[in-house]
Structure formats: structure tokens, C-alpha cells
Nanobody
Framework: QVQLVESGGGLVQGGGSLRLSCAASGRTFSDYCMGWFRQPPGKERELVATISYRSARTYYADSVKGRFTISRDNAKNTVYLQMHSLKPEDTAIYYC??????????????????WGQGTQVTVSS
């Protein structure tokens, strides 16, 4: 079982930037695709971005494409989400998640089975 701890959330003005981090422990981090999800107030959780286990492939939701960048440092067991040009509609609790299975690239939410506790991102207008 993998344990995930997110950090880096906060309050930022529209147009600003934040970088989220997610530290993983408990299994071989470098073997698993990682993802970032978010849950806006009163809405369902949605997939934001994923990155393959060797960083060769990434996926972004249309709503964040060109503004967010997912990356990972397998030596540090950490995945990041760099967010630029933030908008009020980006306000949400952001969660990182790990794929249930190793050695694949996932873009479907149902493939992710381990979650962090979340970090709040609030973007003011």
C-alpha cells in the first residue's frame, strides 16, 4: 500500500502560480503512473493530469492544458503539479493518486486506487 502526502496549496490571486507536491512512500514509486485530481466545492472529483512511471507520457484535462505541468522526481519519490495563470474556477481540493497497477500509463480515473488527504487551493478573483 502506498501513502501519499500533498503539500503546497494555499490562497492565491487570479493569474498567480502555485506548485503542489506529493510525497509517496510504501512501495516502489518509480513503477507507477501518478495523477493529480481535484474536487471543486459542490462538484465531483475530476482528473487533472497524469504522468507515466518514467515521465515519458503526460495527460492533461482540457481545462488546465497549457497552464499546468505535471512532473515527477523518482529519486525523491515525489510528484509535482506546477500551476500557472490560475483562475477562480481552479479553486478545489487537490489530491494526488497512484495507479493500482504498475508499468502502465493511465488516463482513466478508475485506474487510480491510492489517494492522499488533499490540499486546498483557493484562487481569488
Amino acid at each position: 500500500q502506498v501513502q501519499l502526502v500533498e503539500s503546497g496549496g494555499g490562497l492565491v490571486q487570479g493569474g498567480g502560480s502555485l506548485r503542489l507536491s506529493c510525497a509517496a512512500s510504501g512501495r516502489t514509486f518509480s513503477d507507477y503512473c501518478m495523477g493529480w485530481f481535484r474536487q471543486p466545492p459542490g462538484k465531483e472529483r475530476e482528473l487533472v493530469a497524469t504522468i507515466s512511471y518514467r515521465s515519458a507520457r503526460t495527460y492533461y484535462a482540457d481545462s488546465v492544458k497549457g497552464r499546468f505541468t505535471i512532473s515527477r522526481d523518482n529519486a525523491k519519490n515525489t510528484v509535482y503539479l506546477q500551476m500557472h495563470s490560475l483562475k477562480p474556477e481552479d479553486t478545489a481540493i487537490y489530491y494526488c493518486a497512484a495507479d493500482r497497477n504498475a508499468y502502465r500509463f493511465s488516463v482513466s480515473a478508475e485506474n487510480f486506487g491510492s489517494w492522499g488527504q488533499g490540499t486546498q487551493v483557493t484562487v481569488s478573483s
